[in-house]
Structure formats: structure tokens, C-alpha cells
């Protein structure tokens, strides 16, 4: 359910509605939007009734949302969701680009990697210390040690720091240096990491299921902001067919089924998508036509002797010559893609 309140109501009839819902044994949520004050109930919202709330102060409308997920919906918030982390914004009309390596794998690779995309004006820098492989004789990850490269990189390029948290027993110091913890594919069904996760109220990138629908993905969304956790980036990142010619098919339908379906900003991730790098810059520019808000792209400066996903990802060069097309394709789609060049010391 959600109450509509004008923007301008008095705070106290803000919190007499939140207590209200709160005596009701639901959970308020607001969530302002640019016209409207929103708040969103979870919880037994089918035992309430609207006149519980219809006659109170400044409430203009009392709305029963009628998708599965709720806080996430565009019925719940019309405007796009902009997430702001320290003047970086995901979802607005600035694409945000998310680049790296697939794993951390030394501290002169992750140097190497962050000082040249630094220098190409990169804000989010991306890299698993955990690693959820397949194969259980593959890499791994450096983990701890991982995290404190991370860290080091973080200091020392000014870079934000985008890394999967894979379980419980990690999250917390994964939470202390990424400043978007990335939740994989293989766990966006794991509900009851999602709650821990939302728990946390840190930004977080969620991708798709490699077998999940949209809304199995909006409802995985939605365990996450039932914690009142509202920074939550979506990523698609290809999907299971029966299509073997790549390594997933990247399902760019997504995009604008989400934008219709959710305020959430919608990424996508070519290079999970595509599995092969040659492929990766056309379905780049593919996803920024199809309106997606950003990219999440693998740059290895050595790829063939990369630790994992070598064969996907982009070298430096080759990813400077996407930007400049995403520059240019950005203003047709009503983008545009902000790169500082750096050029000497990046720090
Ligand atoms: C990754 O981003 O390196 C990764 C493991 O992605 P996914 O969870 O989409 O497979
Ligand atoms: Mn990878």
C-alpha cells in the first residue's frame, strides 16, 4: 500500500501517518519523489484498509500497489531513482561507467589497471577479492588480501570502489571498502543474504540471475529495500538460453522492461553478457541505445594472462576507443558520458 502526502505537508502529519502504520505492526517507508511524499507500507498490508488513512491530515491518496514488488515499482515513485555516492550520481542523465579487472589478482595488476583507467577519467572502479568460480579449482580470489589492495587502490587514485560480497562471513569487511557492494548472480536469490545485505544501508549493484526473470530480479530487489535500503543499482548481465555461440545471451529487452516496471537505475554488464571481448563494444553501445543508465565492463592490461575472465575482457586501449563512441552516442539517447582526463599524477 502506499499513502500519497504532498511534498509540502507538515511534519507532523508526516509522522502521525508513520505512526499510524508503525501502531498498524507495518514498516514506513518514505520515499519523496519531485511532486509527491510517498509512503510506501510493507509488511500485512493486506489486513489494513485505505480508510485507515484516507481521512488523516495532508494525505491526498491511499494506493494499493498491485505488482508483486512494491517499493521498487514506478507506481510507488514515478521519478527515476538517482543515487548520489559523494557527487557521483548512478541513474540520472550522466552515464556511469564501472570498469576493471574481473579479480583482483596482484597489487601491480590492480595498480596497473586503476592508475590507466584513472587517467581516462573512470570514477568506479571494479574487482572481485572474492571470486564465485564455477570450478572449484580455479582461482579463487585473494580475498582479505584482495580487500586491502582495494583499499590501497581506493586511497590512492580517489576511485570508488564497486566488489562482490559472496557470504556472511565476509560481508562486513567487504562492506568497509567497497563503496558499492556488488551482489552476483549467483546470489540474488539467496534472500536471506539479501536481508543482510539491505541491513547494511550501503549502495548496492544487484545483477540478474543467470536463470531469473525481471520480476524474479525486481523481487530480489525489493528483499533488499524492505530493509530500508533504497540505493540499489539492477545489472543485467546475460542470461542462460539454449543459444551456445557466446556465454550467456544479454537480454537488452531487460532495459526498458525495468525502466517501465521499476525507478531503479538499470546497468548493463556486456562482458558477462558476451563472454567474448571482440563482441563486447557493439553490445556497449547497444545497451546505452536501448536506454540503459550505464556500463559495467571487465579492462584487463593483460588479458591473456589474466586469473579469471581474460577472454572477455577489454585491454585498456580497446576500452579508451569504446568511451569515445559512447561519448558520441550518448547525447543521442539524452546521456552524456563525463570523463576527466588525468594526466600526470592521477592521486
Ligand atoms: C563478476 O562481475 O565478475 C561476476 C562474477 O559476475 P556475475 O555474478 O554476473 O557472474
Ligand atoms: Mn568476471
Redesign the pocket.
Known sequence: MLIVMGLDSPRSDIDKVIQKIVELNCTPHEIPGSSKLAIGITGQTHLLKEEDFQMMHSVQEVVRVTKKYKLVSRQMKSDDTIINIDGNSIGGKELCIIAGP??VESRDQTFAIAEQLKKMGIKFF?A?AY???SSPYTFQGLKEKGLEILAEVKEQFDLKIVT?AMNSQSLNQVAEVADII???????QNYSFLEEVGQLRKPVLL??G?SATVEDLLLSAEYIAAQSSYNIIL?E??IRTFETSTRNTLDLNAVPVIKQASHLPIIV?P??GVGIWDKVPQMALASIAAGADGL?L?VHHDPENAL??GYQSLTPKRFKELLNKLSDLAPIVNKELKLYEYSNNPA
Not at 182 to 188: D, E, F, I, K
Open positions: 574481473c579479480s571494479r572481485g571470486k564465485p568460480r562482490e556488488q551482489l552476483g548472480a549467483r546470489n540474488m545483477k540478474r543467470m545489472c548481465r546475460g554488464d562482458s558477462h559495467m571487465e579469471s575472465d
